[in-house]
């Protein structure tokens, strides 16, 4: 999202309001004849820099549309364990000549951040108050996510009767997130869609956002140098950009804190609208390798308060999408809040993360740093199934 877009326990160990998508989704058009799209990226090496130990790299790939379509299900093939994470962006037929010039001659490009794109940099314009799910999505990129794939998570396949709209002339960029501490050989990643024409009766299905800012300090009687959430602000701004640390403080004042001094400690929280006359069908916990549970409420604090996903032993080999049993309807003046918790001793645990030194922990976009992000599924107005 930078983007990113997050991982879920397997059964016993995940308690939440939905079941996994892979198990049990069936398609409404499943009597409509599909097309499937193959689409495969040239091979590429990731490499780390400014004493980074991540990659984040797009690559373009044009799945050929001349009619407008809906996905009615995808899945991304990483075919490395490098792969920290991937999201697939749609390109809209209006920034397709923009896409191919940064594309450097088919070789992809660089795109730390929360947009496909370079040069757009995430803006919060109309006060923060009043960002929802699907405007922060909209401030941040203006390539909106098609899906996104985490370890453990398969085929992503709709809820019965939508589909991501997939317009005529559209291109799609596949956002990976290499780990190097995993490895660096070279990778050569695989996306199949699978499509309906545009006159299916189908609702699109939406992707918004709820996130908070991580602001975990290191474990008692652990200290080093990145121990203070100056120094390490300073050193994000170093791996990935200035803007992924003015990113950070974006996140600060969405949430109402002050990005001077904002609350410290092993969980974070943040309460955000909704986007009004929708109804919630999936949700998606993402979170990074000390990311220990997950708890996603509508309307939070009241009477009406409904959580939409517990989870309680957050694991993040096994992300995945989860559709509710039941869609849950939200109306103007509706929040939705999320509540992150993590476990910094694990960074001296992980043999992924013990050989760094120690560190606060904010949100950016490294293995070692933290997201707390919610991804809903949704459709506006009511959902027809």
Known sequence: MKTRIARLALAGVLVATGLAVGAVATQASASVPQQTISLQGASYT????????????????????????????????????????????????????????????????TCFGESALPHSFPSLTGGAAKVSGSRLQGAISNTPWLTAWAPG???????????????AGSLVVMQIHYNLLRGDKPVRSKLVLHTVPSSTPLQALNLSFVVAPPDVPCPAGVTGALCSRTAQLASVQKRFGASQAQFDNILE??????????????????????????????????????????????????????????????????????????????????????????????????????????????????????MCLAILGTVHGTYKG
Not at 72 to 94: G, M
Not at 154 to 165: I, R, S
Request: overall charge negative; hydrophobic content about 35%.
């Open 253 to 370: 004042v969405l949430c109402g804190r002050d990005p001077a001094n904002p609350p410290q400690g092993d969980s974070t929280s943040c309460v955000l609208p909704t986007d009004g006359d929708s109804t919630i069908l999936q949700v998606t916990a993402h979170m990074h390798l000390t990311g220990r549970a997950m708890q996603v409420v509508l309307n939070p604090g009241t009477p009406q308060a409904q959580t939409l996903l517990n989870v309680t032993n957050y694991n993040f080999d096994y992300q995945k999408t989860y559709t509710l049993p039941h869609p849950v309807v939200t109306h103007p003046g509706d929040k939705v809040g999320i509540t992150c918790t993590y476990d910094p001793s694990l960074a001296q645990e992980l043999p992924q993360l013990r050989k760094l030194p120690p560190h606060f922990t904010v949100w950016a976009d490294g293995s070692s740093d933290e």
């Open 153 to 167: 998570h398969g085929a992503e396949v709709m809820p019965t009767g939508t589909g991501a709209a997939l317009p």
């Open 46 to 109: 990731p490499k780390a820099q400014n004493g980074a130990t991540d990659d984040y790299h797009c690559t373009l790939v044009n799945p050929h549309v001349t009619k407008s379509s809906y996905i009615v299900s995808a899945q991304f093939l990483p075919n490395s364990i490098e792969v920290h994470h991937a999201i697939l962006f749609l390109i809209p037929p209006a920034l397709a000549a923009t896409a191919r010039a940064d594309d450097h001659g088919g070789k992809g490009w």
